[in-house]
Every structure is written in structure tokens, then in C-alpha cells.
């Protein structure tokens, strides 16, 4: 495939998922704070949201778990999962963040275990996209081509 | 005492990506940063004692300038010393009083962010922070950077104007 078209794909995937609202305008803004002297900035960040993601998954997991549930403790580890998603412009995982914490302060077991699996499935979603976007970039300077900036237009 | 060629931040956050973030944006804007990820490394780092408030070791008053801080970025929620904790400790020293704190916070509540400016906070950022917000932070580094300078007796030169014309002034300045 020629690296125009990938280009065109990528441009198109991207705006994909902001239409989507996988991610929000904040995304821009990392792409933005990336150039030739720090050029995997985006990808570093992002990886840093997987490790920490994934990380905070599996203690809320436990933490709901528990005969005693410690909704303080929960509400914790849901307040730094909303603001790593939230500086990367996760804006799906944010958004469930928000309710998940208003279950936790009403101690609302039900309503976390739902904010739990719907965080895990956004996570899992987003995550997803992110590495496609990010084969497709390595694609396109794999085959000599520079990476697009997108122009949105909010 | 001149203006110093690149202004030195401290920042300090718990999250890693908030501070890997903060660092990006004020190396972007030429800002020199040192990024710990507690208020006492914070406290550590400006060489003040970490317990009940007692006096830096070196309270000469030219620790400020052996550290060459002019600036502390920080977030509000961090596990022990909160960011307005850390914001206390400082006014509370003489020696570092005079450096502007900018607070941050994921969450827009308004008395923590009253309290913070009436405590002496010089500005509160909500997250995420945008390459504008640190933009802002340009004429607090300068004016205040000239106003320590006066109160240490230093003379005036052609940088450190009266404060009611600062603002004017500075917009006109070029800083490298």
C-alpha cells in the first residue's frame, strides 16, 4: 500500500475516533507537545496510561471483591484511573470514571460492579484503537513517510 | 541581579503521566524543570526540613538563589503532604515565601481553589494543563523574579521597574 494511502487511512481513523468520542481534544494536545527532539512523546504517555490502566483494573477488581468492600480505597484507585484518562483524552474511560466515583460515594456496591466492568470494556476499547493508530504511524515512517497532523475542527 | 537565562520550574505530582505531561509543557516553553513526586522530595529538593515547620538549614537569604527555583508547580491531591500543605510550608519559610506556587487539580471546587489563592497561591490550573495555562505563567516568573531582587537591596537596573508598570513593561520584554 502506498503511503499516501495509509496516510489518508490514518487521517480518517483518527478523526474516526474523536467523532466516536474515544477520544477527546486532549489527545491533540499531546500530539501537539511532540516533535523531532521527543518523537515517541505520544507513545510513551500512552504507554505509561496502559501500565497504570491496567494496574488500577486489577486492584479495583480485588478491592470490590472483598466481603467489606473499602469504598474509600475504591474511590481512589477510580480517581487515578480518571485523571490518567484524562490527560490522554481518554474521553470514554474518563466519563465512566465520573460515575463510578458517584457509586463509590454512595457506597452503591451494584452500581460499582457495573462502573467496573463498563470501565474494563471502554479500556479494553480504547486500547485497542490506540495501537492501530499507533501501527498505522509506525507504518507510515517504516515506509519513509511523515505522520499527518490532524486539523480538527473545534 | 539580571534576569537568568532560563527560568527553573519545580513541579510536583504523584501520577508519573501528569508529570511526564508538565514537564512537556514547560520544557516546550523553555522552562527548565526538576519533577519529584511528593511534597517532601519537593521539600527535600528546596533543602527545607520536612518536619513541623521549622527553618531551612541554610536560611541564608540567598537559598532561593543557590537553588535557583523561581517557580513550584503542584498538584493539590497527593497521598500525605497535599499540595496546599506544601503551599503553607513554603509561605511559611522566609526564604522561599517569595517564590509564586501554582496549584492543580482535576476537580473544580471552588472554595479549595479560593482557599489555595487567599493562602498565597499566584494561580490554580484545572487538569489537564494546556500549553496556554502555562503560558500564563510567563509574567508572575519575571515580576517576581524582580521584586525578590529589590527587597535583597539589589540595584535596580533597567529590568525591574516600579510595580504599577510592570505589566506594560514585561509584554515588551524579549526573554530567551
Redesign the interface.
Known sequence: MEVVQIQRRLVDYTKSLFMEGFLDG?FL??Q??QDES?PD?VV??VS??FD?SEKLLNELTIALDQPNVDFKKVDGHV??L???S????AQRVKNVCIAFRNFCEVQNIEGCLTCLQQVKQEYYLVKNKLETLFRLEQQIVASGGSIPMIEMGF | MGMPAQFHVLAVDD????R??IE??LK?SSYQVTAVDSGSKALEFLGLNDDNGDEDRDSSADADEQVGVNLIITDY?MPGMTGYDLLRRIKQSSSFKDIPVVIMS?ENIPSRINRCLEDGAQDFFL??V??SDVNKLRPHLIKTHSNINKRKGMEDDIHSPVPDRTRPRYNELEVV
Open positions: 486532549q494536545q499531546l501537539q507537545l521527543n512523546f510513551e504517555v505509561l496510561f497504570d480517581h487515578q480518571k485523571g490518567s484524562s490527560s490522554i483524552g | 501520577s508519573l503521566i501528569d511526564k505531561l512537556r509543557l516546550t491531591c482535576s487538569k489537564p494546556q500549553l
